[in-house]
C-alpha cells in the first residue's frame, strides 16, 4: 500500500514508521526545513513542501496513493489537504489529524474525509474504557459510515456471564467483533462462554440506539 503522510511531526514519523515496518511505501511532506529528521525515518521518501499545494501533491504522486494521512498540527491545513486528496485526485481513504476538538464538528466528508482521529477523544476513551467496567463506552466513530466501536467490560454481577455468545440477541445493525479476555483477543463463537471481566468490542450501524443497547447489557 503506498501512503502519503503530510506533517513531520512526531505524530506524523510515528504513523509513518508504523507503516514501514509493515512493509507499506511512505512519503513524507512538510514545509519546515526543521521537520526534515529524515535520519529518524530514512526508509521513507521525504519532500520539503507545502502540502497544501497542488503542486505539491502532484510531485509526491497523491493520485497514486492509496491512503493520505493529514497528520500537521494545524487544523486548517488538514481539512486543506483532506479536501484537494479526496476532490483533486481521488485518494480511497484519507484520515485526518484533529487537533483541537472544538473543531472535529468539520472533519467529514464534506471536507474529503472518511476518518477523523482526535486524539483528546481517543484518551478520554481509554480513560473512560478503564474505569467504566458495565458501561457501555464509545471507543471510536467512523465519520464517513457513521459506525461506532464501542466496549463493554462484563461485571462480576452481570446476568450475561455463563451465557454463550449464541445465546445473546444483539439489537439489529450490531455486532459482537471480538471479546478480549485477560491479555487475549478472541474471534467469538457462538458456544463460547461469557465470563466477567470479559471486554466486548462492538460494531454498531448508524440507526442504533446505544441506551437500547446499554439496556440489554445491563440486564434491564
Not at 512493509?23 to 513524507?28: A, Q
Not at 463493554?152 to 471479546?179: K, N, R, Y
Not at 470479559?198 to 460494531?203: C, R
Amino acid at each position: 500500500m503506498k501512503v502519503v503522510v503530510a506533517g513531520a511531526g512526531s505524530v506524523g514519523r510515528s504513523i509513518a514508521r508504523e507503516l514501514l515496518v509493515n512493509d507499506h511505501e511512505v512519503t513524507i511532506i512538510d514545509r519546515q526545513p526543521s521537520a526534515m529528521r529524515v535520519a529518524q525515518v530514512p526508509e521513507a521518501d521525504w519532500l520539503l513542501a507545502d502540502a497544501c499545494e497542488l503542486s505539491t501533491m502532484d510531485e509526491a504522486q497523491v493520485g497514486e496513493c492509496d491512503v493520505i494521512v493529514a497528520a500537521t498540527g494545524d487544523d486548517k491545513a488538514n481539512l486543506v489537504i483532506s479536501l484537494l486528496a479526496k476532490t483533486e485526485f481521488g485518494v480511497p481513504r484519507v484520515v485526518a489529524r484533529v487537533n483541537n476538538p472544538k473543531n472535529e464538528w468539520m472533519f467529514d466528508d464534506s471536507w474529503g474525509v472518511d476518518v477523523a482521529v482526535s486524539t483528546p477523544r481517543i484518551m478520554t476513551a481509554m480513560v473512560e474504557e478503564a474505569v467504566a467496567v458495565g458501561d457501555l463506552v464509545k471507543i471510536f466513530t467512523f465519520h464517513q459510515s457513521g459506525a461506532d466501536i464501542l466496549e463493554f467490560t462484563i461485571p462480576g454481577s452481570s446476568h450475561l456471564i455463563g451465557q454463550t455468545v449464541g445465546e445473546c440477541e444483539w439489537p439489529q445493525d450490531t455486532v459482537l467483533a471480538a471479546i478480549v479476555r485477560g491479555d487475549q483477543p478472541l474471534s467469538p463463537q457462538d458456544d463460547d462462554t461469557l465470563e466477567a471481566g470479559d471486554e466486548l468490542l462492538f460494531v454498531t450501524g448508524s440507526e442504533v440506539k446505544l441506551e437500547a443497547l446499554q439496556k440489554l447489557l445491563a440486564g434491564e
